[in-house]
């Protein structure tokens, strides 16, 4: 009798205890595929997010609302640096509008979200306890389980930081989680720079055309003192022969073309040398407010509420010349020690406020011929906004301007705000 042939019992144990052994790294393999698909999945669901068209508002509260519900987040929000050495908070979902108000500006070296905006890499933190203590009250209602402030970096700057308010510690989503945050922050950095470029193109775009108008605007101003130098000459022509009916004629004439040069040398001088900074009307603002107070002695306190300024280049620079006009007026006229300009706004519903504790005036409507020409000026320059613009004052209580305007349904931001 021939002996079976097979394996021999010793190999078939062996066997089934590899296969036993492969189990459990099997599982791990396959859970570790399972999780690296859903880091590409919500990395491609963030850039989708970050590659919609629209406002610098609008692709924030996008990639929000996408990155809370991919990521089991209870809360979020997005801080950039302003480059005076704060975060300012720009974009917030789960928060309190109390919460947003207290934490819209903080110093970079007193919490989690300044370090990481520093000094990169992700910081973690169980809870909120020390945001609270920071802002004064809760951040949320019920305590997260852990806080994490990661870096939004466009290649080796940090532009600002984003958190997260998780129920259950980063550690335990998995290591693949920590690379995906970074990879976020990246996109959200190639974002917001991408939205800082063609805030600056459409910038440059209007001062190349206000340029050319200024141009314009010399040759016109050339032309009119051409036909002035000619009225002239006709004049005393005129008066030569004594035909005084012609020479009221181009007397007058020549009165109205100086007029109409005056306006256009006036515009040239005003309108079209512009002053605003590149980085925007909130820092053009307060660069301008430093130079006033240092200048005049007079102190000049600035509040900048808007979290995001959705105006068009153009609409900045009329309310830049509006609060501009109206710090001149305070110099020459108002005899006042304190001066407060805040700016905020509703939707895209602004409003900048302009007060001082100066000698007043009687009437606004009727002011003293020194006080006109700026009032009108910051009238013109409201009208081409378009807004409103109210003065109010009475003698020995100072003067208030209030201006009133919207920024266009499909504005696009004439910068990121950087301070």
């Not at 609008?58 to 996408?66: I, M, N, P, S």
Request: with cysteine.
């Amino acid at each position: 009798m021939s002996k079976p042939t097979g394996p021999k019992p010793g190999a078939i144990t062996d066997d089934a205890a590899s296969t036993a052994h492969e189990g459990p790294r099997a599982h791990i393999q396959t859970v570790r595929l399972a999780r690296k698909t859903q880091s590409l999945d919500i990395l491609y669901e963030v850039a989708t997010c970050l590659s919609q068209p629209g406002s610098l508002e609008q692709l924030l509260d996008g990639f929000l609302d996408t990155f809370i519900e991919l990521v089991d987040a209870r809360a979020a929000s997005v801080r950039l640096v302003t480059g005076d050495g704060h975060t300012r908070l720009i974009a917030s979902r789960g928060l309190s509008e109390e919460v947003v108000e207290r934490d819209r500006l903080m110093q970079t070296g007193r919490c989690q979200c300044g370090w990481a905006s520093t000094e990169g890499g992700i910081r973690t933190q169980s809870g909120t306890g020390e945001c609270a203590r920071l802002i004064g009250r809760p951040m949320l209602e019920r305590d997260c389980e852990e806080f994490v402030a990661v870096p939004v970096q466009y290649q080796d700057r940090i532009l600002g930081v984003y958190n997260l308010f998780l129920d259950r510690p980063l550690a335990v989503m998995g290591e693949d989680m920590h690379d995906l945050l970074i990879s976020v922050g990246r996109h959200l950095g190639l974002a917001l720079e991408k939205a800082r470029l063609e805030s600056d193109a459409r910038r440059l775009a209007i001062m190349e055309e206000r340029n050319l108008i200024g141009n314009e605007l010399h040759d016109s101003l050339a032309q009119s003192l051409i036909g002035m130098r000619l009225r002239l000459k006709i004049l005393s022509e005129a008066l030569a022969r004594k035909d005084f009916g012609a020479a009221r004629y181009e007397a007058n004439g020549l009165r109205r073309a100086l007029t109409d040069a005056n306006a256009d040398l006036r515009d040239l001088l005003t309108n079209y040398r512009l002053k605003i900074d590149d980085s925007g009307l909130a820092q053009s603002v307060a660069n301008l407010v430093e130079r006033f107070g240092r200048e005049t002695g007079i102190a000049v306190f600035f509040q900048n509420d808007c979290r995001v300024l959705e105006l068009t280049p153009a609409q900045e620079i009329q309310v830049f010349y509006i609060i501009q006009e109206a710090l001149t007026n305070i110099r020459k006229h108002s005899g006042a020690r304190n001066v407060r300009i805040l700016l905020n706004n509703e939707g895209d519903l602004y409003t900048v406020l302009i007060e001082d504790d100066g000698l007043g005036m009687g009437d606004p409507d009727e002011p003293m011929p020194g006080e006109h020409a700026g009032l009108a000026i910051m009238r013109e320059r409201t009208e081409k906004l378009p807004g409103q613009i109210v003065i109010e004052s009475e003698p020995g209580e100072g003067t208030r301007i209030v201006l009133i305007f919207n920024a266009p349904p499909a504005a696009v931001p004439a910068v990121a705000e950087r301070g």
